[in-house]
């Protein structure tokens, strides 16, 4: 079974960007499509971006023109940069692996997740 582990958050001012990289073993990385999701307390898990294996990108509305996704199967991590944060950006975020072969945005279509990392955007 593939584990993923996140690393990058940290506490920010809004207006400020972090980098956040998931680092993925025990698999083959090259063929899973890759998501990031967030959670905040009292909310329900949300999308906030998709590549798949061969480098096709979704995004959030939420998320579109402020964050990019992007992967290195050569060291089998998958990165989320966050540009112009603001408050509502606060969450848990996690990596997770797609279980289906076409892009997907449903949280039910991703299996092994990360422990996640805490984002904290001030105002």
């Known amino acids: 079974q593939v584990q993923l582990v996140e690393s990058g958050g940290g506490l920010v001012q809004a207006g400020g960007s972090l980098r956040l990289s998931c680092a993925a073993s025990?698999?083959?990385?090259?063929?899973?499509?890759m998501g990031w999701f967030r959670q905040a307390p009292g909310k329900e898990r949300e999308f906030v971006a998709a590549?798949?294996?061969?480098?096709?990108?979704t995004y959030s509305d939420s998320v579109k023109g402020r964050f990019t996704i992007s992967r290195d199967n050569a060291k089998n991590t998958v990165d989320l940069q966050m540009n112009s944060l603001k408050p509502e950006d606060t969450a848990v975020y996690y990596c997770?692996?797609?279980?289906?072969?076409?892009?997907?945005?449903?949280?039910?279509?991703?299996?092994?997740w990360g422990q996640g990392t805490q984002v904290t955007v001030s105002s």
């Open positions: 997770a692996v797609g279980q289906t072969w076409m892009m997907t945005t449903r949280s039910s279509d991703f299996g092994s």
């Open positions: 025990g698999g083959t990385f090259r063929t899973y499509n």
């Open positions: 590549i798949t294996r061969i480098g096709g990108i």
